[in-house]
């Protein structure tokens, strides 16, 4: 296929939903059925989301912020998860403790932590960052230890024959061959991490972010910002998810993971 | 069977001592359902330094775990594995494996996989693509060096790996019926290939395999194992000279000679199950 071919069978049917969207969202509206205050027009959201954006308190300020948070919060969960998970992976005793301890945090909705977290570090940053934290860290702790866990045992039986062994065999071997389940891992645990934040930031507004615009539109009945921020709250996502979804098909492609055509 | 047991100084071996031998050797697993199965059952064997050495036997006779035993991925529950004279310890280099998927690296180029090996044995960073070089085009696979893995067919990908075993010049190669899964022509391309390479490196060889026909090409002996417990039933010395041929009418009347042998030690087995568990064979 050549490449503009391409790129139009990449955009199309992403255009297409949105038009699809819109039309149904504006039918509805034109009938007047719902409350025109409580369900502003595609138009209204448009300008709301156009008319903020720019500016020291506009959207895209405020989704850089936001994007930092997420982007720091999540190399925390990788720092703290990371070797959890190894360890996870490596002992049947963590395994049953603190992988269990694991399960039981994923089953948490993170935002059941801000009012403990508000408590010990006051309605501040510190707060965000740490609900943004406990929300991915088990994510990517489960998801390493499944990926080790999931070698084919024969490329291990492979590299033990050519003599290789203990720590060499496993920095050498077990991880690159977890990559593929690592990099899915994340995947996962950006979209929990991004949850998480979303919800701090509405109720700690002195974070500014994307959260905050949210809370700040819910006060003043403006409807149409609200609608545009959470606009903005999916473009962001579906950005990142981009980025993520581009790493893990270079990996994969690169390993004959990815059926061809 | 050939060998019998013999006391011997270790460390000292003889010059006319066996590269390998098994002595008594039994194994046991325990299935997760809890029930035993005894895999191997008092299984000797000596196999001669340079020897090509065929196992076949029925599915599910040991096979495998004998050569997981020899590769040290294993260990015995009764009797010895040795190596010159010595109890092998834990699987390395010495004793290249070929298993029957192909094992490459797939994050590594193929000449990469090659040269990872030669790393863990020792060879000197600078040395390394060179001598990977020159293996990859005893196989043929000089154009291929710098693919991935999955660009490669089956059959290609199981002679990098071969290419692989050669390159860290093992004392001895162990192979588990590593074309089985090939279609028939990739298979005796590949079986010519090896002999053809082993003609030059002469390494001692065990090699497992369902397929007679591929045994009796290929070994200096072919040893039948029979059902569970496997023990070794019968041998078979092929003395056609090499480099053989498919199209040999004496090697062919070899075939049938051990097939049939082969198919009277599985009636047999069967024969006495049926007697044990009437109904259940
Ligand atoms: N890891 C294991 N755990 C439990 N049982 C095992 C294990 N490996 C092998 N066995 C059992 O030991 C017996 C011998 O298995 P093995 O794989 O050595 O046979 P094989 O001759 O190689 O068979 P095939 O020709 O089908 O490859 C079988 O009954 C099998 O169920
Ligand atoms: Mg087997």
Not at chain 1, 123 to 144: D, H, K, N, Q, S
Not at chain 1, 149 to 175: D, E, F, M, N
Not at chain 2, 236 to 244: A, F, L, T
Request: proline share 6%.
């Amino acid at each position: 296929m050549s490449r503009p071919r391409r790129a139009f069978g990449q955009v199309w049917p992403r255009v297409a939903i949105l038009v699809v969207l819109v039309l149904a969202w504006w039918a509805v509206y034109a009938t007047g059925l719902w409350d025109r205050v409580l369900l502003p027009s595609p138009a209204s959201v448009w300008t709301a989301l156009w008319s903020n954006l720019s500016g020291a308190g506009g959207l895209l300020v405020a989704a850089e912020r936001s994007a930092l948070r997420l982007f720091l919060g999540l190399a925390a969960a990788a720092v703290i998860g990371t070797p959890i998970g190894l360890a996870m992976a490596a002992s049947k005793i963590v395994q049953r403790s603190i992988g269990s301890l694991m399960v039981g945090l994923q089953a948490l909705p993170s935002i059941a932590w801000l009012p403990l977290a508000t408590l010990w570090f006051g309605i501040t940053e510190r707060a965000v960052f740490f609900v943004v934290v406990m929300g991915a860290t088990p994510a990517v702790a489960i998801a390493t230890a499944a990926s080790v866990r999931l070698v084919p045992p024969t490329l291990i039986r492979a590299a033990r024959t050519l003599g290789s062994r203990g720590g060499r065999l496993y920095v050498r071997v077990v991880l690159p061959a977890a990559v593929p389940g690592y990099i899915a891992g994340l995947q996962q645990a950006w979209a929990l991490a991004w949850r998480a934040l979303m919800a701090a930031e509405l109720i700690v507004t002195g974070a500014r972010g994307l959260g905050h615009f949210l809370e700040r539109a819910g006060a003043v009945f403006d409807t149409p910002l609200m609608l545009a921020t959470m606009v903005a709250i999916m473009l962001v996502g579906i950005g990142v998810d981009g980025v993520f979804t581009l790493v893990d098909r270079r990996v994969r492609s690169r390993r004959g993971l990815i059926p061809s055509g | 069977m050939s060998s019998v047991p013999s006391l011997r100084v270790v460390g000292r071996p003889e010059p006319t001592s066996p590269k390998l031998s098994l002595r008594s050797v039994s194994k046991t697993y325990r299935q997760s359902s809890g029930e035993l199965v005894r895999a191997l059952d008092d299984v000797t064997l000596d196999v001669a330094p340079g020897e090509f050495v065929c196992l076949v036997g029925p599915s599910g006779c040991g096979k495998s775990t004998l050569l997981d035993l020899i590769a040290g991925l294993e260990r015995p529950d009764a009797g010895q594995v040795l190596m010159n004279g010595r109890p092998i310890a834990g699987p390395g280099p010495d004793r290249a494996v070929l298993f029957q998927e192909p094992t490459l690296f797939p994050w590594m180029s193929v000449i990469r996989n090659l040269e990872f090996a030669l790393g863990l044995t020792g060879v000197p960073k600078a040395d390394r693509r060179e001598l990977a070089m020159h293996w990859l085009s005893k196989v043929h696979l000089s154009a291929f060096a710098s693919a991935q893995p999955h660009e490669i067919s089956p059959g290609m990908r199981q002679r990098a790996v071969l290419a692989r075993a050669l390159a860290c010049q093992p004392e001895v190669l162990l192979a588990d019926e590593p074309f089985g899964a090939l279609d028939a022509q990739s298979r005796e391309v590949l079986q010519r290939e090896l002999q053809t390479v082993w003609l030059e490196t002469r390494n001692t060889f065990v090699f497992v395999t369902h397929n007679v026909r591929e045994a009796v090409f290929l070994a200096d002996r072919v040893v039948l194992m029979s059902a569970r417990p496997g023990t070794l039933v019968a041998e078979h010395r092929i003395s056609s000279p090499r480099p053989r041929s498919f199209e040999d009418v004496l090697l062919a009347k070899v075939v049938v000679d051990v097939h049939d042998h082969l198919l009277k030690e599985v009636q047999k087995v069967v024969a006495t199950e049926e007697g044990v568990r009437p109904g259940l064979a």
